[in-house]
């Protein structure tokens, strides 16, 4: 089953312009949400997360967006750097127990 | 590195064949979890033990099984091996029982020919 999508496999994008990757979910009791970053021959590491008492999380170059309503979360990379590169997980859980993930974004940052 | 130790790193075997995929979590951790991640498909939840008990259950097969020990380290059996059980199986492991991120291990690439 499908909970967590990410309705593209890849996206491109010329460094120090905004990488934008989407993510939308069906389950309305996810309140959890986050990004994990995946690099060739490594685990997924942890990128950004929100609760869903929020609608906007900052660290640094990445902002997460969510959109409730929509069912909606959005992940911002400004500037976008080559070492951005990766496979980008969306992943969602509803309170304690599993954590469901997309089936990932690849991100290519062009010099 | 993430501190969680996934052993080994690649398995080849043949179909059939039974396995046995090795994780140790964080020091401290008490939650860890079984992803498979198949060609070009995202990761799939398999199953998440906590403290030495089953906590949830996801796509799992009635062919895969899994415990956590009281060291906490886990094992994930695969038995009657298919083709289609080919894929990168990863071990993550969390404080706690959810509603928090996951530190994953490198995986296993199994490899059933």
């Known amino acids: 089953d499908q909970q967590v999508k990410q309705n593209s496999p890849s996206l491109s994008v010329q460094e120090g312009r905004i990488s934008i990757l989407n993510c939308d979910y069906t389950?309305?009791?996810?309140?959890?949400f986050l990004w994990y970053k995946k690099y060739p021959a490594e685990g997924p590491t942890f990128l950004i997360s929100?609760?869903?008492?929020?609608d906007k999380n900052e660290d640094g170059r990445f902002t997460v967006f969510l959109n409730k309503s929509a069912k909606h979360l959005s992940l911002h990379i400004v500037p976008s750097q080559p070492g951005d590169s990766a496979v980008y997980f969306c992943?969602?859980?509803?309170?304690?127990?599993?954590?469901?993930f997309g089936a990932g974004t690849r991100l290519t940052v062009k010099p | 590195d993430s501190g969680v130790t996934q052993t080994p790193k690649h398995l080849i075997t043949a179909t059939g064949q039974r396995v046995t995929l090795r994780c140790s979590p964080r020091?401290?951790?008490?939650?860890v979890y079984w992803y498979q991640q198949s060609l070009d498909q995202g990761l799939q939840f398999l199953i998440q033990?906590?403290?030495?008990?089953?906590?949830a259950k996801g796509n799992i097969l009635e062919r895969f099984s899994a415990q956590q020990f009281p060291d906490l380290h886990s094992e994930l059996n695969l038995s009657s091996l298919e083709l289609g059980d080919s894929a990168l199986y990863f071990c993550?492991?969390?404080?706690?029982?959810?509603?928090?991120?996951?530190?994953f291990g490198s995986g296993t690439q199994l490899s059933v020919l």
């Open positions: 033990y906590y403290n030495g008990e089953e906590r």
């Open positions: 992943a969602a859980s509803a309170g304690p127990n599993d954590m469901r």
């Open positions: 389950n309305s009791m996810f309140d959890y």
């Open positions: 020091s401290g951790d008490l939650s």
């Open positions: 993550a492991s969390s404080p706690g029982q959810g509603n928090e991120k996951l530190f």
């Open positions: 929100i609760s869903s008492i929020k």
